[in-house]
């Protein structure tokens, strides 16, 4: 057996870790701050500068909260482990002491009472005998229900440490892809320090050509959607106000809605709507699937301010299908069944994006097509598109953020 210090030991570095989790939120929840502050202000070469600073110190914090969630997890399946083997060791005691009271009981039971009566001096020794069989029995019973409710906690502990190693392995895997989004960040920062040589002029530039380049793929994919032509059957998607869909990221800033706003009313527009929402979000945070379904088409290929960037489309089940764009990664490939929370990629800011941000747009699943889209760069790449009929409301499906 093992020793119950060993076991509390561990629920101590398990608190301890704990704590230290707490402590690494609070550092998040404060650069998240500072980061929506930095996005509101003027974009100059300095605030640009800052956001990637801060983008840099975030995904840090980020990468050490996941650290130490992977060192909590691994104590809670140590303890676990101890725990499981300390189980099977008093079950097969109580095993052997149901085996022996087993063995003793067909003893009794293969002695007639007869013989039992002249096998003692006396009366009361016989009457005694069978009053310690019956507690025998009695015995027997206490043990088989014990050992039946340990066998249950066993399973349940196996349960819980295979979902612990679970949750370790996907653990794992978010932690590499952080440490390259935090490559892909520095490697941003020291990029645009060189093309703009620390001057602000040649970054305004930049960012005017980024704006051109922007407007030129909205008017492009307006046009090619003006082409496509989709009668939407009600009947075939859930109905408007019927919440399906998880919010894609844990903390919901929407930057800009559906439909007509304020923005979609400029010439990229042409007044036909944005086709989806845009949440403000820091680069390198994990973006998951609204729900459930099949991954069925991905883009990792980036050019230069060209179309959606990085992302992916998830089809579901009930005739609707999302659409998540600008990503820095993307961690899931085209054919892969994804469940409702799985991370599916990590915001950014690639394709025709002036800032970090993810856009998600939801369309009836019978209204998406494929096309090529051929960017300045020379680069053609797929892009989903379809017409304006189908795409549908986010805000419709989703519950009040």
């Known amino acids: 057996m093992y020793a119950a210090s060993e076991v509390e030991q561990l629920k101590s570095q398990i608190a301890d870790r704990n704590n230290r989790l707490k402590e690494i939120e609070a550092e998040i929840a404060k650069f998240q701050v500072a980061l929506q502050t930095t996005g509101n202000e003027k974009s100059t070469l300095q605030s640009a500068i800052n956001q990637l600073e801060l983008e840099r110190k975030k995904l840090q914090a980020d990468i050490s909260y996941t650290q130490n969630k992977i060192g909590a997890t691994d104590l809670e399946i140590s303890k676990l482990t101890i725990e499981i083997t300390d189980t099977e060791r008093t079950i097969e005691q109580n095993e052997a002491a149901i085996a022996e009271t087993l063995r003793r009981l067909d003893e009794a039971d293969t002695t007639s009472l007869i013989e039992a009566l002249l096998s003692h001096t006396n009366l009361a020794a016989f009457w005694t005998s069978i009053e310690e069989l019956e507690q025998v029995r009695e015995v027997m019973g206490d043990n088989v229900r014990t050992l039946t409710e340990e066998r249950e906690l066993l399973e349940q502990q196996h349960k819980e440490n295979t979902d612990r190693r679970s949750e ?163 961690s899931v490939n085209a054919g892969d069944t994804v469940s409702t929370g799985e991370t599916i990629g990590y915001s950014g800011d690639t394709g025709y994006a002036t800032g970090p941000h993810l856009h998600f747009t939801v369309y009836a699943s019978q209204a998406v097509e494929f096309t090529q889209y051929t960017c300045n760069s020379g680069v053609t790449l797929t892009i989903p598109v379809s017409a304006f009929t189908g795409y549908l409301n986010p805000m419709d499906y989703l519950p009040i953020p």
Not at 187 to 210: C, P, V
Not at 227 to 232: A, D, K, S, W
Not at 257 to 278: E, K, L, Q, V, W
């Open 168 to 330: 370790l392995v996907d653990l794992k895997a978010q932690y590499t892809d952080q440490n390259t989004v935090l490559g892909q960040t520095r490697a941003e920062k020291d990029t645009l320090l060189e093309k703009t040589q620390q001057k602000e002029e040649i970054y305004q530039q930049l960012l005017s050509e980024r704006e051109a380049e922007k407007e030129k793929f909205e008017k492009e994919l307006r046009d090619l959607e003006a082409q496509l032509q989709f009668i939407l059957d009600p009947d075939s998607i859930p109905r408007s106000g019927t919440i399906v869909f998880d919010w894609p990221l844990d903390t919901v800033r929407i930057t800009q809605y559906f439909g007509d706003t304020a923005f979609s009313r400029t010439a990229a527009y042409r007044g036909n709507g944005h086709n989806g929402i845009d949440l403000g979000v820091s680069r390198g945070t994990p973006v998951k699937a609204a729900l459930a379904g099949k991954v069925v088409a991905i883009n990792t290929t980036v050019a230069s301010m060209c179309q959606y960037g990085k992302w992916v489309l998830i089809q579901h089940a009930n005739g609707l299908s999302t659409l998540y764009a600008h990503l820095s990664l993307v």
